[in-house]
């Protein structure tokens, strides 16, 4: 009998299990995808929320803003790239100054620190590339961008290290609620990898958290995936805004953000289309034209200068808000449903809220040895050169460039497959890394790459996946066939 499973190791999930590793408590994590971040969590903008936009009162605008706090800290100690660079939320015309005024009202309410209206002279001189449209702006200091990646492996990683079990290639099957001859509810999962006794359920499956739920309680949720298009473009134009520009919605619609990533980049995004399909993260023609145009509203001069293009998938529950906390009728089984936007930025604190849960009602212990840093894999694209000299001296493949582009090395990517919670499959290796995230979109490296992982995790190159469920790259050797 397992302490604790939690269903999905997107962001929201290893944020809960690495809170709960502080506990001397068997924790479980499921699944069905090959790796950590295979879902919402790697498709998102990377936006950190400063907080204004939810309802106050809600649990959006509590989480958002505890989550907030928590990132600026937790990206040192875990070591993940974070940059408060700040957010502006664009007026494009007159009228839209009383929502601007709204939203600041709201941002206070909700105990956002420091925002203020800039108007259109003071606007030009922070974003000299801003639309001439835009008349004021909400300044939010505090907003920032991240590596979405990253910080999702760095909360699994730091949990894996305190004990947490991560078991991928598991998709839950069934839930069924049970109780003991110890008269304690319990449930029993049934997956495809065994089955699995549990007191504690966390439910953090994104899309699929509805299905969970309503396997066990009477009270029925309902989520809608919601599919976002992004353009990513080349770092050549990263710099044309500073900070992230969000449009106020109009009769248009909500708007297109346009932000610098904190790797360099520009991206714009996301549309916003509901979808019966759970799966469906194709991008249109139509979806990335309306992503440029619209994105063309909040600056100037946007640039076509797409280098990948790509969609994600929001779980949008039809009350609007999260869902979070102990099921009425199903005791032990915890909701982390309705994850959308701000989920990202509330990640750590409903890891916080939901481990809170957990000790109560199991009344662990906590652990002595509790280890509460990690240390990511060293970069030689931002190292000094004496960090560049100091890594090759101790290995010499991180003298051996892999990627061209985003100057990832074999060191890199092998620290990436032999570390804690390791890639095994070629988009594994390019989130941990970014090999393969540059202009060239892996042209270059993905041959390099692939007989790395090979070697290193004892497979030919015909087994090595793109990520995961069957997905080949090498159908066999050319000279095999003549």
Known sequence: MK???????????????????????????????????????????????????AKPGTLKARFNVEGNKLIHELSKSLDFPFRENGSLVLALEEEGRAGIEELLERGRRNGVPDLRIVERDELKEMEPNV??????????????????????????????????????????ISIEKKTGEDGRIFYHLETSNGSF?????????????????????EE??????????????????????????????????KGILVTPTVHGNLMAGPTAEDTDNPEDTSTTAE????????????????????????AGLRAHEDGGDFVIGEIKDAPGFIDAAGI?????????AIGVYIAGIVRDLLNPSEKKDFIRTR?????????TDEE???????????????????LVTEGEIRNAITRTLGATTVDGVKRRTRAGMGRCQAGFCLARTIPILAELLGKSEEEIEKSGAGSYYVRGNIKDNL
């Open 287 to 310: 979806g990335l034209d309306t992503v440029l145009s619209r994105g063309a509203l909040s600056v100037s001069r946007l640039p076509r200068m797409t280098i990948t293009s790509f």
């Open 197 to 217: 006794d549990t007191r504690i359920v966390v439910n953090a499956a994104g899309v699929y958290a509805d299905r969970f739920h309503n396997m066990v309680s």
């Open 388 to 406: 560049r000299a100091a890594l090759i001296a101790a290995d010499p493949a991180y003298s051996h460039v892999i990627c061209r582009c985003e």
């Open 131 to 172: 639309s001439d449209s835009a008349v004021c702006a909400l300044y939010a200091p505090t907003g920032g961008v991240v590596c979405p990646f990253n910080m999702n492996i760095a909360f699994a990683e730091n949990a894996a290290d305190n004990g947490v079990a991560f078991r991928f290639n598991t998709e839950v």
């Open 3 to 53: 302490d604790v499973t939690i269903i999905g190791a997107g962001v929201t999930g290893s944020a809960v299990a690495r809170e709960l590793s502080k506990y001397d408590l068997e924790i479980t994590v499921l699944e069905k995808e090959s790796d950590v971040c295979e879902g919402t969590s790697k498709a998102n903008s990377g936006i950190v929320h400063s907080g204004y936009d």
């Open 220 to 253: 029925k949720l309902h989520i809608t995936p919601r599919k976002g298009q992004y353009c990513l473009m080349d770092k050549t134009v990263g710099g044309l805004v500073k900070h992230t520009l969000f449009q106020l919605p109009t009769k248009l619609g």
């Open 375 to 383: 240390k990511g894999i060293p970069s030689m694209a931002l190292a």
């Open 340 to 348: 959308e936007s701000p989920g990202l930025t509330a990640a750590p």
